[in-house]
């Protein structure tokens, strides 16, 4: 068997960082990547980018060496990524965050409003009603993180964690401040707007864990294959009919739900930002769908059926 | 950060490619350019009348309120030029720059009439002025391919002062209008309501101040970086991200 040389050059400056000889042709990237990491152990697997050309697209670890466009004596490049975080770490902080910091509020802790509400609970019941739903609804994204999702990545930039959590904690304390303050308003249209929202809520919670759990049937364990989604047997799911990320169209329902329960602006404004952002993911999932399948359905739009 | 200032050397490319392909974009922008001077040198010629005539700054905004209102807000319009893709920048920074100027015109010096005059206002109006007819006629002669070095050399040397003159400005004046602002309860809500929620916009200022300890490093380096660059022709080994 001919043995391949392997010489890693920084993408950046073009210095030799790493030569390796006697490679397995049949070597994937991943298993480079572990050999690279024993001559610079500051560079652990995950952080590195390593391509065929200084300014390409990384290589997959799954890749193999021999059927890369190399001779035997490859040539690739190397970036650092920087400090990496697992996926799995990173979510679950930033759902953890506003699960406590919202009943930190409920519970009106010291410091938060005035001293002589300090530990008193609502008289509106809508405010017990709506701490339950926001607790259920990180404590079902945690299990999701824990149980239910697939990641594809195992990491990703260190940087994330304070821009996620940031943004999560952040909102999650100014909505929780409003709707567990002493002065809190309960909604205009009374009995009828809550239960209407609660139903609203309620569904897409059942809907989102629905799509959740189809997604994670569509890749068996350890694998990290792609195929298209398509209904199933369970009714929440049909909305793949007409939507490519219904989890995004999901999201967005609830929150929704929680905004006309609550009745409150900052809850209605973490609506529509967190509305943006996933119709800008779910843009993004819907052209790569795309252009990998051919035959992917052509009613579906992205997140919002015949709209967006 | 309100002296609005970008990223020279990609736009100069930018521009040498653009006006080869885009005849009706290179006209416009240049028009643009061309009034965007003209308009901030009018402030200036009425500023220096002001004080020579009346030998004092009191009333001086006032009498320039109108014009700084027009062309200020019409620099909205840069936004639109980087979002259609005209002006090689980022929409963001220029978004940024423009909405802080804005801010400071309408929601300070307009909204909060007993700072008007406060040497603070002619801090920054100069600093402005000053700032904003360097940059425009940069783009105009660079538009025109014609940029005169002395413009270059103004554009990338003089912010070091102009910047943290305009910045002391503009805070000493919102610190200024805290109190009138505090007294008056403007632009605020209160709870209860029944959207449920509360604005304070005194904290809001408060705000303000404190985020130009983050903001204005970060824009002083990144033109002193540009300066480098442009200038001195220094290869510059970019942080890897």
């Known amino acids: 068997m001919k043995h391949y040389e392997v010489e890693i050059l920084c993408a950046k400056t073009k210095d030799k960082l790493c030569f390796l000889d006697k490679v397995d042709p049949n070597s994937t990237i991943g298993e480079i990547k572990a050999m690279f990491h024993k001559s610079h152990p500051q560079w652990y697997p995950a952080r590195q980018s390593i391509r065929l050309d200084a300014k390409g697209k990384s290589l997959k670890d799954e890749d193999i060496l021999q059927n890369l466009p190399v001779g035997t004596t490859a040539t690739l490049y190397f970036r650092d990524l920087g400090a990496q975080i697992s996926w799995v770490t990173v979510f679950l902080t930033e759902y953890g965050g506003p ?11 010291p410091f938060i409003y005035n001293t002589k509400y300090d530990f008193t609970t609502s008289k509106h ?28 990545h195992g990491t990703m930039p260190l940087r994330n964690i304070f821009k996620n959590c940031t943004y999560y904690w952040g909102f999650s304390a100014w909505m929780a401040y409003y709707i567990n303050h002493p002065l ?69 329902g609830s929150w929704v739900g929680f905004t006309l329960m609550t009745q409150c602006l900052p809850v209605a404004f973490f609506t529509l930002v967190g509305f943006i952002q996933m119709m800008i993911w779910a843009k993004g999932k819907h052209r790569s769908y795309l252009k990998e399948f051919r035959d992917y359905p052509r009613l579906r739009s992205p997140i919002l059926p015949f709209m967006l | 950060m309100a002296s609005s200032e970008e990223d020279g050397s990609a736009e100069d490319k930018e521009n040498n490619k653009k006006k080869t392909k885009r005849p009706f974009v290179t006209a416009w922008l240049t028009i643009y350019n061309i009034a965007m001077t003209a308009g901030w040198m009018v402030l200036a010629v009425a500023m220096i009348r002001f004080y020579i005539q009346k030998g004092t700054h009191k009333g001086l905004y006032k009498s320039i309120s109108r014009t700084l209102k027009f062309f200020q807000t019409f620099a909205l319009l840069e936004i639109f030029h980087c979002a259609f893709g005209m002006v090689r920048t980022s929409v963001i920074v220029t978004g940024v720059q423009v909405c802080s100027r804005i801010f400071m015109v309408w929601f300070v010096t307009h909204s909060i009439k007993q ?27 660079s538009l025109l391919n014609h940029l005169p070095y002395f413009i270059k050399w103004a ?18 004046t919102i610190y200024a209008a805290l109190p009138y602002v505090r007294k008056s309860g403007m632009l605020s809500v209160r709870l209860p309501n029944k959207y449920n929620v509360s604005f304070d916009y005194y904290i809001c200022l408060i705000i303000v101040m404190l985020s130009y300890i983050p903001l204005f490093p970060q824009l002083f380096f990144h033109m002193l970086r540009q300066r480098r660059k442009v200038l001195h022709g220094e290869v510059m080994v970019e942080k890897e991200d």
Do not use: D
């Open chain 1, 125 to 152: 019941w809508v405010v017990h009603l709506a701490c339950m739903c926001h607790s259920f609804h990180y404590v079902k994204r945690l299990l999701e993180t824990l149980f239910v999702h697939r990641f594809s």
């Open chain 1, 99 to 109: 699960l406590l910091l919202y009943l930190m509020f409920y519970f009106r802790v």
């Open chain 2, 155 to 172: 554009r990338y040397n003089l912010f070091i002062v102009l910047y943290p003159v305009g910045v002391a400005g503009e805070l000493l």
């Open chain 2, 115 to 141: 700072i008007q005059n406060e040497e603070s206002v002619v801090l920054f109006l100069v600093a402005w002025t000053v700032t904003e007819i360097t940059r425009y006629s940069f783009y105009t002669f």
């Open chain 1, 184 to 252: 809190y308003t309960p909604p205009a249209y009374g009995e009828q707007q809550v239960q209407l929202a609660l139903i609203i809520f309620l569904f897409c919670q059942i809907g989102n864990f629905s799509i959740h759990i189809a997604l994670r049937n569509l890749r068996p364990p350890g694998s990290k294959a792609r195929k298209i989604p398509y209904p199933t047997k369970n009714p929440f799911t049909w909305l793949f009919l007409l939507v490519s990320c219904p989890n995004y169209t999901y999201e967005v």
